[in-house]
């Protein structure tokens, strides 16, 4: 059974706390004990006074070291096996779920001291006292306050005080990192829904989620903390994740599509190299002859056929947006348009690498669509590499499907081969 003694000037207030909810139950079981003695029992003068005026002068009352001292030694005589003294104060070391797990795993019981006033005589610390504990970096009245979080902090750690050990294993400060949001029903309170993941009823999803969800907080709001971890591969991969889930949500209602200016074309330049670069290092052969460049993106901005996306005004990713018929279009081959409606064919797409990965591309898409839908035109084609699988994956999960193949201009050298796909687009 683990013990805790509390020493105070207010027995009835940390019972009335301390002998409520989990800790009684525990206490029924005989799981834990709790007992609050009365420091002012143990005084020597008829008013049972605990305190008297400070040496060398100064406002207030300090707590004399005998009374405490007597308290104490009845207390511990009544205990058996390993016991830990503690005097809440100020001027401790702070609190910290890592004391919680000592302090539970390494004794049978805690005597804990509260002091008043302006505290408590300091050769009573020294004769009696094991660790000086605070609660954090502010003053209460007394030390009630402090010694019921304590003993509450570690009574739930004795083994049997809650059900299961996940219990705690799952909370903020166990593995020193804070606990992900928790919710609960209804799925939509007051407009505000419960995040879809957690109501798929995949728990693997929900796991990683939730360790996001750690991992972001921890960062975001404890940076003490989280520069005190050492994270696993795969939690950085998660962090990463986890910061693009962000930008992504968040680029959302940020990026705005406009028609392309000549002023943007040092931008868009840069953001072709960059996109070339990638391909290249992907063993992609495309746009490894100099195309698109300058002059292409000028002829589509004079032909009102280019596009950028900006995040907060700067240019993060461009398409053009081409009025049919497309020569290399008219001669598809393994299989064929799915009519012969009038089309808007998307070319030259990129997205900075700053932005890779957090749904632009998507966002191009659903840009490109609307501006088809003010024109009238129902249909969108598009064509790629068989090698660039993200293009392709982009295009399938935006509602493209693979029509057939076609065959581009490409210089000497280069795979002229393209697999073309086209989505209808719904009124
Ligand atoms: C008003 S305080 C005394 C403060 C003391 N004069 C000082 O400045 O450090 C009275 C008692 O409250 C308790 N107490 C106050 N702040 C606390 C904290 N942050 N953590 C733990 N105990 C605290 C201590 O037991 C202390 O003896």
Not at 234 to 249: G, I, Q, S, T
Not at 297 to 302: G, H, K, P, Q, T
Not at 404 to 409: A, E, Q, T, Y
Request: aromatic share 8%; glycine share 8%.
């Amino acid at each position: 059974m683990y013990t805790v003694d509390v020493l105070t000037l207010f027995p009835d207030s940390v019972m009335a706390t301390l002998g409520e909810s989990i800790i009684k139950r525990a206490a029924n079981k005989r799981l834990v004990e709790v007992k609050a003695h009365q420091i002012r029992a143990f005084t020597e003068n008829k008013q049972n006074q605990v305190d008297d005026y400070p040496y060398g002068g100064g406002r207030g009352c300090v707590m004399q070291a005998q009374p405490l001292a007597d308290c104490l030694k009845h207390a511990e005589s009544q205990r058996v096996g390993k016991l830990r003294k503690i005097y809440l104060s100020p001027a401790g070391k702070p609190f910290t779920e890592a004391d919680a797990k000592r302090l539970s795993a390494e004794y049978d019981g805690l005597i804990l001291v509260c002091g008043h006033y302006e505290g408590v005589d300091q050769r009573f610390i020294d004769a009696c006292i094991d660790e000086e504990i605070s609660l954090g970096d502010f003053v209460l009245t007394g030390g009630e306050i402090a010694a019921m979080a304590v003993a509450d902090a570690v009574l739930r750690l004795v083994p049997g005080v809650l059900s299961d050990s996940e219990c705690y294993e799952d909370e903020s400060h166990w593995d020193g990192l804070l606990e992900y949001p928790q919710y609960s029903r209804p799925e939509e309170w007051e407009g505000r829904c419960v995040p879809e993941v957690l109501l798929r009823g995949d728990h693997a999803e929900v796991a990683r989620w939730r360790k996001k969800q750690q991992l972001l907080r921890t960062r975001d709001r404890r940076p003490d903390m989280f520069s005190a971890l050492t994270l696993s591969e795969e939690e950085k991969k998660l962090l990463h994740e986890a910061e693009r889930d962000f930008l992504r949500d968040s680029l959302k209602s940020s990026a705005l599509c406009r028609p392309m200016r000549e002023d943007d074309i040092p931008d868009v330049i840069m953001i072709a190299e960059s996109a070339k670069e990638l391909l290249k290092s992907s063993g992609i052969d495309q746009w490894q002859e100099g195309y698109p460049n300058e002059a292409s993106f000028r002829a589509d901005i004079e032909r009102g056929e280019a596009f950028v996306l900006t995040v907060s005004g700067k240019v993060s990713a461009f398409f053009s947006l081409c009025s049919g018929p497309d020569a290399a279009y008219a001669d598809i081959t393994d299989g064929k348009w799915s009519d012969d409606l009038p089309y808007l064919a998307l070319h030259r797409i990129a997205v900075s690498a700053e932005y890779r990965g957090c749904g632009l591309a998507d966002l191009i898409i659903s840009s490109a669509e609307n501006l088809a839908k003010e024109k009238g035109i129902k249909r969108l084609r598009g064509d790629t590499h068989k090698k660039n699988k993200a293009m392709q994956r982009l295009l399938a999960r935006n509602g493209f499907r693979y029509r057939g193949n076609v065959l581009i201009r490409a210089g000497e050298g280069h795979d002229p081969r393209r697999m073309a796909y086209e989505k209808r687009i719904k009124d």
